[in-house]
């Protein structure tokens, strides 16, 4: 059973708003060497606003976009679709819309063309190729810390999106918190571009962090860390990262199935409170040995 030392932490932490499904999450959140962090949505707040968007018809790219993302769950879909309803434009209806992880969005036309909407990965996928103003575009969004979205048909892209996101309240201090803690490798894992990593790093004072990846790079990496690993997200991708690691740690705010794939939920989004739960869990450790 149980020690009793163990469950008045869990208690504790439930409390303050960290949510330990069970005392082996606890033990292994006492153990924990590397920290993961998802980007989006995790450390910053993913609540996303379109910040640029060139295309020789704003309009119809605007439109396509909305109409694409309108079936996507990712924080950039949301920020696409809140920008034309403000502008009062119409999304195109499309049919057949399919989630392509780490890249994007396709779906169809009604008049059957694949029209997608994603980072330039997907563009590839698609044979489509910016073109040297669209590249200019895309290279002075990176400078900006913006991440992009590419809207098209087929292999012509209609149009470049720029993407902003916020940090987190708090971000720096809980990662100082987390290294005060003992937790010596907190690293971020995101699938957006180097620019906007290397920026959101630097505001939060993180050293280690990978970019570009896709979820199933994410998951490599994981296995590869200095263990045991938890691994902290939100998102729908983040799920099998979630389940991969040591120890899975959601935000409140994240989708089911990512809270579902958790071990730890952070309640109230707040993970500022996870230094405290390593030094909880810790304690409560060595009380029991
Ligand atoms: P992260 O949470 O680290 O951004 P994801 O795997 O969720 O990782 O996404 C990786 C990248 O894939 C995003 O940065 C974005 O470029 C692209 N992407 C994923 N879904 C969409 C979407 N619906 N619309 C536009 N881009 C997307
Ligand atoms: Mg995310």
């Known amino acids: 059973s149980t020690p009793a030392v163990m469950l008045s932490a869990m208690a504790a932490a439930a409390r303050g708003g960290v949510l330990f499904k069970s005392s082996a999450a606890l033990d292994a959140l006492s153990r924990v060497q590397t920290v993961a962090f998802d980007k989006t949505g995790t450390l910053t707040q993913a609540r996303m606003t379109l910040s640029h968007l060139r295309a020789d018809d704003e309009q119809a790219a605007l439109a396509l976009a909305a109409g694409l993302e309108a079936h996507?769950?990712?924080?950039?879909?949301q920020?696409?679709?809140?920008a034309a309803q403000e502008r009062g434009i119409s999304p195109v209806p499309v049919t057949d819309a399919q989630a392509v992880p780490g890249r994007g969005i396709e779906a169809r036309l009604q008049d059957g063309r694949v029209a997608w909407a994603g980072n330039l990965r997907l563009a590839e996928r698609q044979?489509?190729?910016?073109?040297?103003?669209?590249?200019?575009?895309?290279?002075?969004?990176?400078?900006?810390?913006?991440?992009?979205?590419?809207v098209g048909v087929g292999a012509?892209?209609?149009?470049?999106?720029?993407?902003?996101?916020?940090?987190?309240?708090?971000?720096?201090?809980?990662?100082?918190?987390?290294?005060?803690?003992?937790?010596?490798?907190?690293?971020?894992?995101?699938?957006?571009?180097?620019?906007?990593a290397?920026?959101?790093?630097?505001?939060?004072?993180?050293?280690?962090?990978?970019?570009?990846?896709l979820p199933e790079d994410k998951l490599r990496i994981i296995g590869e860390l200095p263990g045991p690993v938890?691994?902290?997200?939100?998102?729908?991708?983040?799920?099998?990262?979630?389940?991969?690691?040591?120890?899975?740690?959601?935000?409140?705010?994240?989708?089911?199935?990512?809270?579902?794939?958790?071990?730890?939920?952070?309640?109230?989004?707040?993970?500022?409170k996870l230094g405290g739960a390593v030094r909880l869990a810790r304690d409560a450790q060595r009380t029991v040995r």
């Not at 920020?79 to 809140?82: L, Q």
């Not at 993407?163 to 995101?190: I, K, S």
């Open 156 to 196: 012509d892209v209609l149009g470049v999106l720029g993407v902003a996101d916020t940090l987190r309240p708090g971000m720096a201090d809980a990662l100082r918190e987390l290294r005060a803690a003992g937790v010596a490798h907190p690293v971020m894992l995101t699938g957006d571009r180097e620019e906007v």
């Open 72 to 77: 996507s769950e990712h924080p950039i879909a």
């Open 198 to 213: 290397q920026s959101v790093a630097q505001e939060v004072g993180l050293t280690e962090y990978r970019a570009g990846l």
């Open 127 to 150: 044979g489509a190729v910016p073109t040297p103003a669209q590249q200019a575009f895309l290279s002075e969004l990176g400078q900006r810390g913006r991440s992009v979205v590419l």
């Open 230 to 272: 938890a691994m902290v997200g939100d998102g729908v991708n983040d799920a099998p990262a979630l389940a991969r690691a040591d120890l899975g740690v959601a935000v409140a705010s994240g989708t089911d199935i990512a809270i579902e794939s958790a071990d730890v939920v952070l309640m109230k989004n707040d993970i500022g």
């Open 79 to 82: 920020a696409v679709v809140k």
